[in-house]
């Protein structure tokens, strides 16, 4: 079997059991539509200031949460599952790689519906549009990266599931510096592209990162 | 239920080798400083089914997971079908193990038949198998419920089935009748009988002496870390 | 630099330099003249700057040190790189604070969005998380191996961040978000300055060995108490006391 043909399965797994678990579209999801909810209660419903942060309101709750749905497979994994996986043979990188791109799936469905709730409840400015979609799939990548990446790195250490969020906050920084100012340059009359590109350094920075450190962290 | 027919399990040649296809020399593992192996001594040859006892904690699982090429040697050296134990060449023969842990390893959100079609993908044999290796151990009628609704039992028994289906080379099992009624314990036996037949190796660590003496050729006890 | 065998007489020159290069930054930061504009509140900048140049100096040893490890496998690498990150952390919440002392009173505020101060919160935060995965196991392997690639993974982040949080200052180059620029340095001040980061750079090295002294003391310790006398694990269990009969 081929290393796309493996990670597709990976993939294909992962994603059958977000949908019988629902676990990111009914527990998640929801969750980041209260914290969407919860800031102007903290704030003040004042419609010009919700309408100044809620974009990047927005991409903070992305960041934030979306954590959640990248390592969620990783640190719910037991020890026997990680055993049968590893006897299979499939290449710990196509394991890395098919995780991710679940989470990546996931992570695009999170960031709509999450958009279009800060639409409703911040009616940010509709400027931009084009751009918005692009953005969204090179957070979802980087994020489904980063987090499957992270939480390989802490496996089955003690506090995995609450260190790994400490640990994929900061380092997602470029992307949400990148998505928040990719939209804000535009209103300036500038470009977006540095932006965009730095975003997507960034991103293959953790491709390769997570690919090459894939079968060394299988064994830890 | 009594075995059915075997539609797309796959007989695989016998293996044929005068080396034995488990081979540990000295062999040592360490989590942190403390030895849970040490200076281990063990080869199990082609058509032979070893049996292990010995005390709780004595590193029985410990062993197996290090012949399934789970974990590496910290010390010493080994070889499972030929690949070492410390070189790369171990990922190349982990799809011809099969190893059935004590703790079941099935994804609770997936059927028994998914958990075994995913198996089956990964080592590219026909989804006809699945059906017939679930027949074999009895689920035949159970195969689509999710693996979380089942008893522990009945995910043992559709481990069994995966073993079945993937006729490993090295058969590896961990207390492998705890769990199972009266109708399934002889389903081990059988399981085991199998791999031998065609070559194969097995490996049972169990407490009960007298049930796997049916299958074993000899008997090894772990004891101070090393085979007494 | 090689590390330092544990005895029972800890070295004592560290703790000497380390005290002399601490009264060499306060002997040259009090003595120069203040600041024409900041005054006395000039003089922490003296402590600062070093502070933040030494945490970009541990963080890069640390990368360093942890791909010494992933090459060669040899535990001494992972207790340097250990031992560069938490002096590291030590320096960066220094920075970060004193940055905040000075800009109370200068900017009236505690905190602004100015790139470096930024970049530093961020690193810090990603390097307490460096320290926090080291407390997840006692495996000294897998701790190593764990700490290190993520070791080089953080350092190849912070570029990123700093070419970003510049562009986002650059991008809201609006004078009411950035502060004017000073006047330039007075020679004599350019001096203490540089004194207080050679300073500083020397004690990071006293430091060093003395993090790594301790290190190798703290793994010996762990190594001994998992060991048990150089039984196995199994030997820790013993025959119930209680069976059929006895209760």
């Known amino acids: ?220 | ?228 | 630099m090689t590390d330092p065998t544990p005895t029972s007489t800890s070295t004592t020159w560290p703790w000497i330099v380390m005290a002399v290069a601490g009264l060499v930054t306060f002997v040259a930061s009090m003595t120069v003249s203040p600041d024409a504009v900041q005054g006395q509140l000039s003089r922490i900048m003296y402590v600062h700057v070093p502070s933040a140049w030494l945490a970009y100096l541990a963080f890069i040893v640390t990368m360093a040190a942890s791909a010494m490890y992933l090459w060669k496998r040899d535990l001494k690498w992972d207790r340097r790189a250990a031992a560069s990150a938490e002096i590291g952390v030590v320096f960066t919440g220094m920075a970060l604070g004193l940055g905040m002392i000075w800009a109370k009173p200068t900017w009236g505020v505690w905190w602004t969005w100015d790139a470096r101060l930024t970049l530093t919160s961020i690193m810090f935060f990603i390097y307490l998380g460096y320290l926090a995965l080291r407390r997840t196991t006692d495996d000294l392997d897998v701790r190593a191996r764990r700490a290190a690639i993520l070791g080089v993974l953080a350092v190849v982040q912070v570029p990123l961040v700093h070419f970003s949080v510049e562009w986002w200052r650059t991008l809201h180059q609006p004078a009411t978000l950035l502060r004017p620029e000073g006047p330039e340095m007075a020679t004599s001040m350019l001096v203490t300055l540089l004194i207080a980061v050679m300073a500083f750079t020397v004690m990071y090295v006293a430091m060093m060995f003395k993090r790594i002294e301790l290190a190798r003391l703290e793994d010996a310790v762990l190594i001994a108490e998992q060991a048990s006398d150089g039984a196995v694990a199994g030997a820790a269990v013993t025959t119930p006391t209680i069976g059929r009969g006895t209760a």
């Open chain 2, 1 to 228: 239920m009594g075995p059915t027919t075997q539609r797309g399990i796959r007989t695989l040649p016998p293996v044929i080798s005068d080396e034995p296809l488990i081979h540990l020399a000295s062999v040592s593992v360490r989590a942190g400083a403390t030895h849970i192996l040490r200076d281990l001594d063990l080869d199990v040859r082609a058509g032979e089914a070893l049996g292990v006892h010995g005390a709780n904690g004595a590193g029985k699982t410990t062993l197996l997971r290090l012949a399934a090429t789970l974990i590496r040697p910290s010390s010493g050296s080994g070889t499972v079908l030929g690949a070492s134990l410390n070189s790369e060449s171990r990922y190349d023969v982990r799809h011809r193990i099969g190893y059935v842990g004590h703790v079941p390893g099935l994804y609770p959100e997936l059927t028994l038949r998914e958990n075994l079609e995913f198996t089956a993908d990964a080592h590219s044999i026909d989804h006809t198998a699945v059906a017939s290796a679930l027949d074999m151990v009895g689920l035949g009628a159970a195969s689509d419920r999710q693996a979380d609704r089942c008893s522990h039992g009945m995910q043992r028994r559709a481990e069994f089935a995966r073993v079945l289906m993937t006729t490993p080379a090295v058969l590896l099992l961990d207390e492998p009748h705890s769990a199972l009624d009266a109708d399934a314990v002889d389903l081990v036996d059988a399981i085991v009988e199998r791999t031998t037949a065609s070559g194969g190796a097995a490996v049972l660590v169990s407490h009960d002496r007298e049930r796997v003496s049916r299958v074993a050729d000899r008997f090894v006890e772990i004891s101070a870390g090393g085979v007494a």
């Open chain 1, 1 to 220: 079997m081929g290393f796309f043909s493996q990670a597709r399965l990976i993939t294909s797994r992962d994603l059958v059991r977000e949908r019988r678990s629902g676990e990111v579209l009914w527990v998640t999801l929801p969750f980041g539509a209260i914290a969407l909810l919860l800031v102007p209660m903290a704030i003040g419903t004042d419609a010009p200031l919700l309408e100044q942060v809620g974009t990047g309101l927005f991409w903070a709750i992305v960041m934030l949460f979306g954590v959640l749905i990248s390592i969620r497979q990783t640190t719910g994994e037991t020890q026997a599952q990680r055993d049968q996986l590893a006897l299979t043979g499939i290449d710990a990188a196509a394991i890395y790689v098919g995780r991710a791109t679940a989470s990546f799936v996931l992570l695009v469905i999170f960031e709509v519906v999450l958009g279009l709730v800060t639409i409703v409840l911040y009616d940010v400015p509709v400027s931009g549009w084009w751009l918005v979609p692009i953005l969204i799939t090179i957070v979802a990548a980087g994020l489904s990266l980063l987090g499957t990446l992270a939480a390989s790195i802490v496996s089955t250490g003690r506090n995995a599931a609450a260190l790994v969020p400490l640990l994929v906050a900061p380092l997602s920084i470029p992307l949400l510096i990148g998505a928040t100012q990719a939209l804000e340059v535009l209103d300036l009359g500038g470009s977006s592209l540095a932006w965009v590109l730095m975003m997507i350094v960034s991103t293959l920075v953790l491709a390769v990162a997570g690919v090459l450190s894939a079968r060394p962290l299988q064994e830890i």
